[in-house]
């Protein structure tokens, strides 16, 4: 039975969402089955449903989360994402992808299991899509 993934994103001008895109083809090459959402769309209990969870959030604020949409969500999901396999990504600016080690720490004390991170410098350049991509294609093989 091919594994079940979701990816759940947020973005502002859609960096985050392109990679979001790549990794999705990535794991549906390795055969896993996808849902995308934008966390707009998204609810905090239906990860118990997926094998592998891969959530992207930009640097925002000041190296943190973004706090409108993607904050709330990420922490009422928390407790949902224990013991899971989980990726992060996200897009970054002026820093130095110091958000990302913030919310791996966060997530890792939450008990999750996260299997990689990823950050890329604004929009993702064809060779940022294709490391996506081939992150995809690991997270399905796990
Ligand atoms: C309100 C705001 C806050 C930001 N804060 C940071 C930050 O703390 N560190 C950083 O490296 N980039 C920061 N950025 C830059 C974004 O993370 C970067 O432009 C990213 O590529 C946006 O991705 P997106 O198109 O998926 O939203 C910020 C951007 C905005 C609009």
Redesign the pocket.
């Known amino acids: 039975m091919s594994k079940k993934a979701l990816i759940v994103y947020f ?7 392109m990679l979001a895109e790549s990794i999705e083809e990535g794991l549906e090459l390795s055969g896993a089955e996808v849902v995308l959402k934008n966390v707009s769309d998204a609810t905090s209990d239906e990860v118990t449903d997926y094998d592998l969870i891969a959530l992207g959030c ?7 989360l973004d706090d409108t949409e993607f904050g709330p969500y990420f922490e009422e999901t928390l407790p949902n994402l224990e013991g899971k396999n989980v990726i992060l990504f ?6 130095d992808g110091e ?1 990302m080690e913030t919310w791996k720490e966060m997530a890792t004390e939450g008990g999750v299991n996260v299997v990689e991170t990823y950050i890329n410098l ?2 993702p350049d064809q060779d940022a899509l294709d490391e996506a991509k081939a992150l995809g294609e690991r997270f399905a093989a796990i």
């Open positions: 973005t502002t001008t859609g960096n985050t969402q930009p640097a925002q604020g000041t190296e943190e996200g897009c970054y600016g002026w820093g958000f604004e929009t």
